[in-house]
């Protein structure tokens, strides 16, 4: 089988280029996401004020359909029946 078409054909529709650029924000994402994290886990034991506004902020609703979601809200206390 030869596979200089195939090569060809995906250059010449810079999936190459596609896929680098995928790679560079995932590995973004990731170093961000290493950031921020940590940071929401020590509010979560200090218990900062803040962090309640988490669960109706208008700029997270894609977090909140994920089904983690719920599990987030357990570990730091502010799950429906924790916040009674």
């Not at 190459?16 to 961000?32: F, G, N």
């Not at 977090?63 to 009674?84: E, I, M, S, V, Y």
């Amino acid at each position: 089988m030869n596979r200089g078409p195939l090569f060809s054909e995906l250059k010449r529709r810079n999936v190459y280029k596609v896929a680098i650029a995928y790679a560079v924000v995932a590995w973004l994402l990731i170093q961000a996401a290493s950031i921020f994290f940590p940071d929401i886990r020590c509010a979560a034991q200090q218990h900062d004020a803040g962090l309640p506004g988490l669960r109706t902020d208008t700029l997270l609703p894609n977090l909140h359909d994920d089904p983690r979601w719920n599990a987030f809200l357990r570990k730091t206390g502010l799950a429906d029946d924790q916040l009674k």
